[in-house]
């Protein structure tokens, strides 16, 4: 038995990409969600996607706590580019948009702390019409080296998705010849998805740190809801392939836009923590409200997605049907040192917060004692015996959102000895409750 599972952990390590880089899931702020492709800068000064727009968030996420919370890459996505390619055959920056060119900006990053990422697309041309990379991969890979980039999306449009499970690969191992550490994004199984092929995913772990696997997301709670059920419902063909240094993303954060509200925007950030997913904001730093702030701040939540264990957790239990506990869910993450989070979310739109029990099974909570941790701090610290239902109240279109923390029997014998009032009575109270 041992034997085999030693097998199985050589087996799966060889099996994954290992390029040193996404050991837990990437963190950082991405263009497009929020700003798309606004180019005009004389409209939208603020907007448009350019160095200026790139050195404000640079500096904000330094000045507001975004890097020190982890959040360390800051990556241009599409409409970047001239729409042509130089003389020389070169990717050209726009020249108004980034008039100091890309080397400049990375610097620029760099001398931040930040991390730098940038966009490309595997066909002829980029989703948004600018020049892609087939047939200048080595140039193009060149260039970038050049810039100093540490982080590369590499979209699917314009170019079969037949073409990707060897394509991609081979634009991968480009990108190792070149001996730069150089974060790889794949939307490979995105295209494949949406064609209705089913996407080798072993074959992309061992070749991307991480992946679109299906649609892009939009600025709302529908959109939001749609990519969680479906990453629930394709959980038991996606899900083993996620690990440290290789993972599933189901998209850019919504969270501080305008399509959530704060319960909504809490569950984006809980799912994703339990779904280990990278976490890229795509937001103004500049005028996010405070509220929203917080949510992408909160070091509990971030800590649940960063586990070193690096295991993408599951939708355990939910009940589509008419009738009492309808429209909920349980999601669930284990974490290192025995230890769990659990989401409990509501699609539900009756106007009160909903109560609801759950047995240790439907949560499939191992049998014990435990400290439960509400991770958004509206409930103090309880303690839980898992032969008792757990009893959740949830907000229309919102979540509860626990790490459990397994108490082990010793534990009651090492609070007995000590003499302080307070201590003696929690040990009385775990006493009672482990009666089994
Ligand atoms: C290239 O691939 C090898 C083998 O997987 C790996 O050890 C190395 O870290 C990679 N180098 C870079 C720069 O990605
Ligand atoms: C890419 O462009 C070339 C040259 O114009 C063309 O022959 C080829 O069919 C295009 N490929 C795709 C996938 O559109
Ligand atoms: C949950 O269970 C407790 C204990 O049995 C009970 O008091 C409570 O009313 C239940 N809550 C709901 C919403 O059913």
Redesign the pocket.
């Known amino acids: 038995m041992l034997v085999t599972l030693l097998l199985l952990v050589g087996v799966s390590s060889t099996l994954a990409l290992d390029n040193g880089l996404a050991l837990t899931p990437p963190m950082g702020w991405l263009t497009w969600e929020r700003f798309r492709c606004i180019t005009d800068c004389k409209k939208y000064p603020n907007e448009c996607i350019s160095e200026d727009l790139i050195k404000r968030t640079a500096d904000i996420m330094v000045s507001e706590g975004y890097l020190d919370a982890g959040y360390e890459y800051l990556g241009i996505d599409d409409c970047w580019l001239e729409k042509k390619r130089g003389p020389d055959g070169r990717m050209v920056p726009d020249k108004e948009r980034f008039p100091s060119g890309m080397k400049a900006l990375a610097d620029y990053i760099h001398s931040k702390g930040l991390k730098f990422g940038m966009y490309e697309d595997y066909g002829n041309l980029t989703c948004a019409g600018y020049p892609g990379v087939l047939g200048n991969e080595r140039l193009d890979i060149e260039t970038f080296v050049e810039w100093e980039i540490d982080y590369l999306k590499l979209d699917g449009c314009y170019i079969q998705p037949e073409n990707m499970d060897a394509g991609y690969p081979a634009f991968g191992q480009m990108l190792n010849d070149t001996g730069r550490s150089i974060l790889y994004s794949c939307s490979w199984p995105a295209y494949q998805e949406d064609a209705k092929m089913l996407p080798d995913y072993a074959s992309i772990a061992q070749h991307c740190n991480m992946w679109r696997n299906w649609d892009d997301i939009e600025d709302s709670w529908a959109s939001m809801t749609k990519i969680m059920n479906w990453f629930g419902d394709n959980q038991d063909r996606l899900a083993k392939h996620a690990g440290p240094g290789h993972w599933n993303d189901p998209d850019m954060l919504l969270i501080g836009n305008f399509g959530l509200t704060i319960d909504q925007a809490r569950v984006q950030m809980a799912v994703w923590s339990i779904l280990a997913a990278p976490l890229l904001m795509s937001v103004d730093l500049a005028t996010i409200r405070p509220e929203f702030k917080e949510i992408l701040l909160n070091k509990d939540i971030i800590a649940v997605n960063q586990d070193p264990l690096g295991k993408q957790g599951l939708r355990v239990w939910k009940k589509t049907e008419r009738g009492a506990r309808s429209r909920l869910e349980v999601w669930r993450r284990e974490l290192q040192g025995d230890a769990l989070a659990l989401a409990f979310v509501s699609q539900r739109d009756d106007g009160i917060p909903y109560?609801?029990?759950f047995t240790s099974s439907e949560m499939n909570v191992q049998d014990g004692l435990y400290e439960v941790h509400d991770l958004y701090k509206d409930e103090g610290v309880r303690h839980w015996n898992s032969e008792e239902?757990f009893?959740v109240r949830i907000n229309p279109s919102g979540v509860k959102f626990y790490k459990l923390i397994r108490k082990p029997s010793a534990d009651v014998v090492v609070k007995s000895k000590t003499d302080s009032d307070s201590a003696m009575s929690e040990a009385v109270v775990y006493t009672m409750l482990n009666k089994s």
């Open positions: 109560a609801a029990n239902d009893e």
